[in-house]
Structure formats: structure tokens, C-alpha cells
């Protein structure tokens, strides 16, 4: 069983940083592959990116490249999004995800119904 909770959403303007943390509980944090997805009003979840258990491999929503950035501290336990350059299209609320990998290298599909464990959700908003 893995705990999430996130944690640096806010209210900030277009073009401005956020950095967000999920804090994982349990002592098999660095067995789960980790992602943010995000849910604005009135749509599905969306994946935004996932990182592999080893933090070697990530994958990103084509429109977050190059402006977010996932990483993982495994002795901390924490998975960190680090967003720049934001958006209003950005504005949602932003979940962790872990799901259980037996290879150190592998993704998960991003698909939110394959992942296992949930946060519950950091507000993010951008306004122009």
C-alpha cells in the first residue's frame, strides 16, 4: 500500500514557475513507477508525465515538453513536478500516481485507470 500526498499547487500568473511534491509513505517508494496526471473542469484526466523507477527513463504530454520536468529523490520518497513557463491551459488539478513495476526501467502505460495508488490532488492556476 502507497500513500500520496501532494503538495505547491497555487495560484500564480502565465509565464510563472510552480514546483510541486508528492510525498510517498510505505517503504517500497522506490518499486513504484511515479506520474502526474491532471484534471481541469469538465474534462478527463489527463496524463502529464511519469518517471521509471530508476529515474532513468520519463515521458511527457507532448504540450508540457520542455517547459516541466518530473524527478524523484528515492531516499526522501518524494516525486517532484517542476513546472515553467505556465499556462492558463496549464490550470487543474494535478494528482501523483505510483504504480508497481518489476523492472527498474519500465513506464506505465498513460492511462490513469493502470495506475494503482492516488493523491489527492494539488489545485494549480494559471490566469493570463
Known amino acids: 500500500q502507497v500513500q500520496l500526498v501532494e503538495s505547491g499547487g497555487g495560484s500564480v500568473q502565465a509565464g510563472a514557475s510552480l514546483r510541486l511534491s508528492c510525498a510517498a509513505s510505505?517503504?517500497?517508494?522506490?518499486?513504484?513507477?511515479m506520474g502526474w496526471f491532471r484534471q481541469a473542469p469538465g474534462k478527463e484526466r489527463e496524463f502529464v508525465t511519469a518517471?521509471?523507477?530508476?529515474?532513468?527513463?520519463?515521458r511527457y504530454l507532448d504540450s508540457v515538453k520542455g517547459r516541466f520536468t518530473i524527478s524523484r529523490d528515492n531516499a526522501k520518497n518524494t516525486v517532484y513536478l517542476e513546472m515553467s513557463s505556465l499556462e492558463p491551459e496549464d490550470t487543474a488539478v494535478y494528482y501523483c500516481?505510483?504504480?508497481?513495476?518489476?523492472?527498474?526501467?519500465?513506464?506505465?502505460?498513460?492511462?490513469?485507470?493502470?495506475?494503482?495508488?492516488w493523491g489527492q490532488g494539488t489545485q494549480v492556476t494559471v490566469s493570463s
Open positions: 518517471i521509471s523507477r530508476s529515474g532513468v527513463n520519463t
Open positions: 510505505g517503504r517500497t517508494f522506490s518499486m513504484h513507477a
Open positions: 500516481a505510483a504504480e508497481w513495476l518489476s523492472t527498474p526501467w519500465g513506464l506505465p502505460p498513460p492511462t490513469p485507470d493502470l495506475w494503482d495508488y
